[in-house]
């Protein structure tokens, strides 16, 4: 479609758009939805939740129809037994997506023929991190991360939680897998990876890690099957406006 960059097997797309829209784009993007994500939307009662939603199914739409070269509206979905969606029926190519939610921006993760996973979080001072390490992350990731010193700890967390989860999500097992069965690299200056999986030997060497350049008070990742890909950042406005912004 105008404007769409090529997508090549090798190359990953990371779209980062606001989720707070203007009210006409938030308008047309609510009829887009279909009748689950409207009925899904009309239960939340917090206008602002609700607002999040929808903006955020209308931009995945929005942005795979232009891929698809298809309207967005005609987009349907499946689900694995997870939750984690993707692109039902034929003709989408060997497209796969993956999304995530961070405050108020939206992260999107589009290739082909690769499985991706991909995580955004907001993050906060007031985070209980250290006791969520030690539910959650393997012995390696544990001892790496109290080790450090007490100020690069919290930012070191959330290196190891968005790598973790994007790999989880990538894998569309989320928390359902133990999260303590593989480690991910945490260290400052040590490159993003899949290091160990203590049930799946062999995932090290199927999936790469990268980190995802987003705002600061942000941290992001992405989890792809194969090489390390290339990585081309893209970013959403307006269309009316701007009708796309490439990073």
């Not at 070191?156 to 928390?175: D, H, M, N």
Request: net charge negative; proline share 9%; aromatic share 8%.
């Amino acid at each position: 479609m105008t404007g769409l960059p090529d997508l090549p097997d090798g190359e990953v797309h990371l779209w980062l758009a606001p989720l707070a829209v203007e009210p006409d784009e938030l308008a047309r993007f609510e009829e887009l939805l279909s009748h689950d994500e409207g009925a899904r939307a009309g239960r939340l009662l917090d206008r602002e939740n609700r607002n999040r939603l929808i903006a955020g199914r209308g931009l995945l739409r929005t942005i795979l129809g232009r891929y698809l070269e298809k309207p967005p509206a005609e987009i349907r979905f499946a689900y694995g037994e997870q939750g984690k969606p993707s692109l039902a029926g034929e003709g989408h190519h060997g497209l796969a997506f993956n999304l995530s939610h961070g405050g108020e921006l939206l992260l999107l993760a589009v290739a082909r023929h690769r499985e991706v996973g991909v995580d955004l979080e907001q993050m906060r001072d007031d985070l209980p991190f250290r006791e969520m390490a030690a539910r959650y992350f393997a012995s390696p990731e544990r001892a790496e991360l109290f080790a450090l010193p007490p100020q690069t700890q919290l930012r070191a967390f959330y290196r190891c939680w968005t790598r973790k989860e994007a790999y989880l999500k990538g894998c569309g097992s989320g928390f359902s897998r133990p999260s303590d069965s593989f480690a991910v690299s945490l260290l400052p200056g040590h490159p993003p990876a899949l290091i160990e999986h203590r049930d799946s030997p062999e995932e090290p060497d199927r999936w790469s890690i990268a980190d995802v350049p987003v705002p600061p008070g942000c941290c992001a990742a992405l989890a792809v099957t194969g090489g390390q890909p290339s990585l081309r950042n893209l970013s959403w406005t307006n269309p009316a406006k701007h009708p796309l912004i490439f990073g």
